[in-house]
T-cell receptor, first 114, second 111 residues
Framework: NAGVTQTPKFRVLKTGQSMTLLCAQDMNHEYMYWYRQDPGMGLRLIHYSVGEGTTAKGEVPDGYNVSRLKKQNFLLGLESAAPSQTSVYFC?????????????FGEGSWLTVV | KQEVTQIPAALSVPEGENLVLNCSFTDSAIYNLQWFRQDPGKGLTSLLLIQSSQREQTSGRLNASLDKSSGRSTLYIAASQPGDSATYLCAVWDSSYKLIFGSGTRLLVRP
């Protein structure tokens, strides 16, 4: 059981380049999330999905796009990377059970935009 | 818009001390509240989840309380150890299945 897997773990981009971060979960969870974490700060929600084929904006969605074509995958795209998007990106998936929400996080993807 | 605030931003204590970390949120209509631990350069580890109908949860030396009406939660760590050094994050679940985080408290427990 792999849990939540993020690809790639590290990436350096030049300003203006595009890239896609892939998040995959094997737990059949309905809900998936993309967060970013900047130094000394908590996690800020970029986009999230409450099911296959659905996406919604979080707190800081500008400059990012997402897709959830398959239930197990949630893709985060940067169309034209900017230095302000240098950050650590975390993906998560969750389900809502009788005792509350259970969430699983990936190990993070370190992105540097130069 | 839900906002989560954690005080203090950083804390340094000698080993063995009991300590309290504070979390406040602006919208009391939360589903659950959760505390996480994050070690440097690592992902998140869930510590405690408090459902909105509960007042507190305990796990070992950790005790988390929730007062929805006042928009506050505290994480109490008893008999702190150097291994407790980490960043502690408070987060609230809203009814739209979003988890909103505070900025964290960076804890250092000195031997």
């Amino acid at each position: 059981n792999a849990g939540v897997t993020q690809t790639p773990k590290f990436r350096v981009l030049k300003t203006g380049q595009s890239m896609t971060l892939l998040c995959a979960q094997d737990m059949n969870h309905e809900y998936m999330y993309w967060y970013r974490q900047d130094p000394g700060m908590g996690l800020r929600l970029i986009h999230y999905s409450v099911g296959e084929g659905t996406t919604a904006k979080g707190e800081v969605p500008d400059g990012y796009n997402v897709s959830r074509l398959k239930k197990q995958n949630f893709l985060l795209g940067l169309e034209s990377a900017a230095p302000s998007q240098t950050s650590v990106y975390f993906c998560a998936s969750s389900y809502r059970g009788d005792s509350g929400n259970t969430i699983y996080f990936g190990e993070g993807s370190w992105l540097t935009v130069v | 818009k839900q906002e989560v605030t954690q005080i203090p931003a950083a804390l340094s204590v000698p080993e063995g001390e009991n300590l309290v970390l504070n979390c406040s949120f602006t919208d009391s209509a939360i589903y659950n509240l959760q505390w996480f631990r994050q070690d440097p350069g690592k992902g998140l580890t869930s510590l405690l989840l408090i459902q909105s109908s509960q007042r507190e949860q305990t796990s070992g030396r950790l005790n988390a309380s929730l007062d929805k009406s006042s928009g506050r939660s505290t994480l109490y760590i008893a008999a702190s150890q150097p291994g407790d050094s980490a960043t502690y994050l408070c987060a609230v679940w809203d009814s739209s299945y979003k988890l909103i985080f505070g900025s964290g408290t960076r804890l250092l427990v000195r031997p």
